[in-house]
């Protein structure tokens, strides 16, 4: 049986793990860095310490599965994890180690520069999102549930709209982002934007 339920100050290492195992378009990508955590810091973990009211979890009897992720409203957070999350973590990786590898390097660019979402998306999709889930909850609904779950509070906090970035490789994920009413926006070839407008 899964439940959803909301984020616990303890609940943060499964932020982290399930992210790693599903970071490469779906699948296990702990091979591909030395630094469990990287990938975990910029898509996960920041929801979880700076906007914990945003972030909705699957769990069953073996323990948290799977996340949604995100904020309403993109710039504001992105200011806040400019005072609260990057600076600790710039110092952290401040020198190169020479046990990184190509992915831990490219994370670590992308918390010394974090990516910019595009100005005229946000302007009319303010919210985004990010979801994974562990492949034991996979083809059961579950995340739908958390997807409808967080646009019916986003709606209900007067939200017009919702954008996500997916990888282009993420073929499964890019149809269920599309199924779930979200439509490509940008492409960049090796990943796209969405949106849902509410």
Not at 18 to 27: N, R, V, Y
Request: charged content about 20%; hydrophobic content about 45%; aromatic content about 10%.
């Amino acid at each position: 049986m899964v439940i959803l339920r909301a984020y616990r100050p303890d609940d943060l290492d499964a932020l982290y793990d399930i992210c790693l195992t599903t970071a490469d378009a779906g699948k296990d990508a702990s091979a591909d860095y030395s630094d469990p955590q990287l990938v975990g810091h910029i898509y996960a973990a920041p929801y979880g310490v700076v906007e914990p009211e945003r972030v909705i979890l699957a769990e069953d009897e073996m323990g948290v599965a799977g996340y949604i992720v995100g904020t309403f409203d993109t710039p504001a957070f992105a200011a806040k994890l400019e005072q609260q999350w990057w600076p600790a973590l710039r110092a952290r990786y401040a020198a190169p180690s020479p046990d990184w590898t190509a992915a831990d390097r490219q994370r670590v660019a992308g918390i010394k520069a974090p990516e910019v979402h595009p100005a005229d998306l946000v302007a009319t999709y303010p919210a985004h999102i990010h979801m994974n889930l562990r492949a034991r909850l996979r083809g059961q609904g579950v995340g739908t549930q958390l997807l409808q779950r967080w646009v019916a509070e986003a709606r209900a906090a007067g939200v017009p709209g919702i954008h996500l970035g997916a990888s282009t490789a993420n073929t499964g994920g890019v149809a269920f982002w599309t199924r779930s009413g979200f439509g490509p926006l940008i492409d960049t070839g090796r990943s796209v934007w969405m949106g849902m407008t509410l």
